[in-house]
C-alpha cells in the first residue's frame, strides 16, 4: 500500500485540541467539492495546508476537518489520524463514531484509479487499526451532495481498485457440474422518465440472475432505484431499467456464470 504522509512532512500546523474517538464504526468517505483540476503530486501537499488553513481559520475548527486525505494521484496525508475524532462527518455521532476520508477530487474531476486506490488503502489501514468494517458516503449522514455521484457509486459497489478485484466468483452445483459464477455491477443511465438500457457483452444463457441495489442496502435508496431487467439481444445481453431517478442511474448487478 502507499505510506501514510505524515503531519511533519507536510507541514501541518499543530491541532488546538484534540478530542479520542471512541467506537469507530467505520469510515465516512468525502470529497473536497470544488473542482480541484489536474494537480500534481507535488502540489498535493500545499492543498492540503490550504484545507487546513481554510478549517482552522475560517471555520474556526481546531485542526483539519478529516482524518486523513487522498490526493488524485492517490497519496495519502494524515489528517486528524488515528484516534482522533473528526468534524467533517455533520453530526455529533457520526464524528464520534466514524472516521472520515476525504478525496482530493470535485465536481467535474476525473476519478483516478491511483486515487481510487489510495482511498482503499487508507480505509484497510483504517480498519486494521480498529476501524470497523462500514464505508459511509458522507450524505448518509447529512444532507449534502459530498462525496458527489461518481465517488458515492464507487463506494456502493464496494470500493474496487486494480488491486481488489469486485467480488471473488463462487461455485455453486448445477445438475453435477459446478458452475463458477461473478457478479458483475453495471451503471445504467436513465432519461428524463427514469427508463435506460445499456448491452452487457455476455449471453443472456449466461445471466444467472439481476437485481438493482436500489433495494439493498436499504440505506440511500434514492441513489439507485429503478426495477432492472435483463433479456436476449442477440448474442449479448440487454440490461433495460424502468421506473428509476429521472435522470439518474441505475446501478444493476448481474451474477454470470463463467
Ligand atoms: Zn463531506
Redesign the pocket.
Known amino acids: 500500500m502507499s505510506s501514510i504522509i505524515p503531519r511533519t512532512a507536510w507541514g501541518a500546523r499543530p491541532a488546538k485540541s484534540r478530542t479520542s474517538i471512541g467506537r469507530v464504526d467505520g469510515v465516512a468517505a ?2 473536497e467539492g470544488g473542482p480541484a483540476g489536474l494537480y500534481t503530486p507535488e502540489q498535493s501537499a500545499g492543498l492540503v495546508r490550504g484545507i487546513q488553513n481554510f478549517h482552522m481559520d475560517r471555520r474556526g475548527w481546531s485542526d483539519i476537518a478529516y482524518s486523513f486525505l487522498v490526493s488524485r494521484h492517490g497519496q495519502i496525508y494524515e489528517g486528524r489520524g488515528l484516534g482522533a475524532r473528526s468534524a ?1 462527518n455533520g453530526s455529533n455521532d457520526a464524528n464520534a463514531n466514524w472516521y472520515a476520508v476525504c478525496l482530493m477530487l470535485g465536481e467535474g474531476d476525473p476519478f483516478p484509479e491511483a486515487a481510487k486506490r489510495g482511498a482503499r488503502d487508507a480505509i484497510d489501514y483504517l480498519r486494521r487499526n480498529g476501524a470497523g468494517r462500514q464505508v459511509e458516503p ?1 450524505s448518509t449522514f447529512f444532507n ?1 451532495a ?2 458527489g455521484a461518481g465517488i458515492r457509486s464507487w463506494v456502493r459497489i464496494g470500493m474496487p481498485s486494480p488491486e481488489v478485484p469486485l467480488p471473488p466468483p463462487i461455485w455453486i452445483p448445477i445438475g453435477d457440474v459446478d458452475v463458477q459464477l461473478s457478479k458483475v455491477g453495471l451503471q445504467v443511465p436513465l432519461d428524463s422518465k427514469g427508463n435506460g438500457w445499456r448491452w452487457f457483452d455476455v449471453p443472456f444463457e449466461r445471466v444467472f440472475s439481476w437485481g438493482s441495489l436500489g433495494s439493498n442496502p436499504p440505506r440511500d435508496k434514492t441513489y439507485f432505484p429503478g426495477t432492472p431487467h435483463a433479456q436476449q439481444d442477440g448474442g449479448r445481453t440487454l440490461v433495460s431499467v424502468t421506473d428509476g431517478a429521472p435522470s439518474g442511474s441505475c446501478l444493476v448487478f448481474l451474477t454470470v456464470a463463467q
Do not use: D
Request: aromatic share 14%.
Open positions: 468525502h470529497w467533517a458522507h449534502t459530498c462525496p
